[in-house]
């Protein structure tokens, strides 16, 4: 047995195995959210590549797989990851339970999560865009349910995705020839702009980001809300590796200087189009936006305490995303339209959903109390010594944010002339309420809860030694 | 005439089809000639077996999205003269810009000439194709075309067979996305 059969080629094939289960959608999100939560609970548990008793059984985790001469690993350095992604896909496998997921949600999900695994797995790296953009294939029935015609927003999401495949391999291919040392130094300037733009087309970086809000308001905000929440962060985790490998990469500070320019670029656009928002679920893609935004200006500022910022900032993202994806699919679910015209009465018809989606959204916008409070906090801080003429800037955008939020809760509290019934149920109610309870957990203790994600950090080993 | 010149041809000819003529039937005469023109390249670089990986694949690709479109019932959208005239006045500005990027792109990427300018031609195209169109159908030959191109120039780089078999494997997924996109809304929601 090794790592990449238990945490790759089995979801792959447990995904496969559900979609022929796929008209039994209780059983198949259950088997889905038990399965995520076990792998989850053995990343934590199992180390690799060490042998285990159990009783009188002897088990070895081998590190390594390999197809085809080249090689799937995983390290007791990805075991964190592994535990973040696990635990979050079974945390929304659950609530797909609870929100009524269409058939293909489980099962196409657990192959999504399969291909990112394999993509931060593979050897050479520059099999990684293959397996990403494999991933991006698998979204596609996630994202457009049966009997639904497709949007525009789905087809530039694929669109996107597959244009930044081919600048990674081409990356990939001047990285990964050889000694760096040989390389023509004319060359390797041009391969790290080709591989931004890759990393610029996978991540919607700004100007390319505007299938965002498209897709969010299109789709199910749930089924969007899981692959923004996924892919976005193995696409950095992705980068990260990338960095980490790349000696060269690694000390040029130019490339670090536009990546921070551009989360910059990212906060400033997504703030100042969120307080024009007049439709909640495009604010939705705007969020994303802006936390990608964060994620890349923690990292350009190329420093021990930015990546730790950017590893903490991880479960404050996927938590928020998730209450805010979990408390838009209540209302989608009701039929209720999400744009500021139709949104009297919404909170007593809706009021845990309301609660919820105004507290996710201020918890990205880094009010205290919340989970997004400590990091951007912390990243504001950092970016504001390293480039004090800078931070207006991105306090601007987070200003922008902030109005857009708070023209959200000033839409949802006008009452209706008459009393309204509650339309949720007690099942939507609870997932709601325990996703709040940790949005205001992380932001009360956040020292319990990122100092044991930042050691996902352990994936890119090199930027440890980052000062 | 150099030999070579003649897949080119194939891209060239085959890019003006998949841009000026819209039905399923021009589409599927379109791609079996680029993937003819690829097949024919790539097999100076590659082992011929690689190289039929991809001329079958992109054949299978195509059949897939025609096989949907006809399924669906329902013609594509018709394109007046205006519209081709357009059309291919881009394709040809298209073709025009390949051949001036070429000398730049190969300071760039050392590959086989021929290859790196079917393949800046099929990229170009794909984007055209890409840029001009919403229809799901249209759309997934744009990205095919654009893979396409991307493959030629990267078969000359790696020559590896999990490459080739994964990029045909994305192909076909590529092939199998547009397929659903053309039949989502009429698949059962239950069935």
């Known amino acids: 047995m090794s790592a990449p059969i238990l945490w790759i080629v089995i979801p792959l094939v447990a995904g496969m195995t559900l979609w022929l289960l796929r008209r039994r959608r209780w059983l198949a999100g259950g088997i889905a959210a038990g399965l995520s939560a076990f792998l989850a609970g053995l990343a934590a548990a199992l180390p690799i590549g060490e042998v285990i008793r159990l009783g009188g059984l002897q088990i070895e985790l081998a590190e390594s797989l390999f197809i085809l001469g080249r090689s799937f690993n995983l390290t007791n350095n990805e075991r964190p990851l592994l535990v973040v992604i696990f635990t979050a896909c079974a945390v929304w496998f659950g609530g797909g339970l609870i929100l009524r997921q269409h058939r293909f949600f489980a099962p196409f999900g657990l192959m999504v999560v399969s291909a990112l695994i394999g993509a931060l797995a593979v050897q050479p790296f520059l099999y990684a865009a293959l397996l990403v953009e494999l991933a991006v294939l698998l979204s596609i029935p996630l994202l457009v349910p049966p009997r639904e015609p497709v949007q525009s927003g789905v087809q530039r999401f694929l669109i996107f995705q597959t244009l930044g495949m081919p600048f990674i391999l081409l990356a990939g291919w001047v990285f990964g020839s050889g000694d760096i040392a040989q390389i023509d130094p004319a060359i390797l300037p041009r391969a790290a702009v080709i591989l931004g733009l890759g990393f610029a087309l996978w991540l919607g970086v700004f100007p390319f980001y505007f299938w965002v809000p498209q897709l969010t308001n299109q789709t199910h905000p749930y089924s969007a809300g899981f692959v923004l929440s996924l892919l976005p962060v193995s696409i950095l985790m992705l980068g990260l590796d990338f960095i980490s490998q790349i000696g060269w990469l690694r000390a040029s500070s130019g490339m670090f200087l536009i990546i921070q320019l551009t989360g910059m670029l990212m906060i400033i656009t997504a703030g100042i189009w969120a307080a024009f928002q007049d439709e909640i679920s495009r604010l939705f893609g705007y969020a994303v936006i802006f936390e990608s935004g964060y994620a890349l200006l923690s990292i350009g500022v190329n420093t021990l305490p930015g990546y730790m910022i950017f590893a903490a900032g991880l479960l404050p993202r996927l938590l928020g995303l998730f209450v805010l994806a979990t408390a838009l699919s209540v209302l989608k679910n009701h039929d209720q339209p999400t744009d500021f015209d139709h949104l009297q009465g919404i909170f007593q018809r809706f009021p845990v959903a309301v609660i919820g989606l105004v507290l996710a959204l201020f918890s990205m916008s880094g009010i205290p109390l919340l989970a997004g409070f400590p990091v951007r906090l912390e990243a504001l801080e950092l970016f504001a010594s390293q480039r004090p003429l800078l931070i207006g800037w991105v306090l601007l955008g987070n200003l922008g944010f902030l109005i857009g939020v708070i023209r959200v809760l000033l839409h949802v509290v006008r009452l209706a002339d008459q009393p309204e019934q509650r339309l949720e149920n007690w099942k939507e109610r609870g997932i709601l309420l325990i996703g709040m309870l940790f949005l205001f957990l992380f932001g009360l203790m956040p020292g319990v809860f990122y100092q044991s994600v930042i050691f996902i950090l352990r994936v890119a080993p090199a930027l440890l030694a980052a000062r | ?191």
């Not at chain 2, 897949?7 to 021009?26: A, E, K, M």
């Not at chain 2, 055209?128 to 075309?145: A, D, E, K, M, Y």
């Open chain 2, 1 to 191: 005439m150099n030999i070579q010149t003649i897949p080119l041809l194939f891209l060239i000819v085959s890019s003006f089809i998949l841009i000026l003529f819209l039905g399923w039937r021009y589409a599927l005469l379109g791609l079996a000639l680029q993937y003819i023109g690829i097949f024919w390249l790539i097999a100076q670089t590659l082992p011929v077996g690689l190289a039929a990986v991809k001329l079958i694949v992109g054949w299978m690709a195509g059949a897939i999205l025609a096989s949907s479109q006809v399924s669906l019932g329902e013609e594509l959208p018709v394109s007046d003269l205006s519209g081709r005239i357009f059309r291919g006045f881009v394709m040809i500005f298209g073709v025009i810009v390949a051949f001036s990027i070429l000398p730049a792109a190969e300071t760039w990427i050392p590959v086989e000439r021929s290859l790196l300018t079917g393949g800046l031609i099929l990229l170009i195209s794909g984007l055209v194709q890409l840029g001009l169109t919403g229809n799901p159908f249209r759309l997934s030959l744009g990205l095919l075309t654009f893979l396409a191109g991307f493959e030629m120039i990267y078969a000359g780089l790696v020559s590896s067979v999990l490459v080739v078999g994964l990029l045909g494997l994305i192909n076909l997924g590529i092939g199998l996305a547009g397929s659903y996109f053309i039949l989502s809304a009429t698949l059962e929601e239950t069935g």
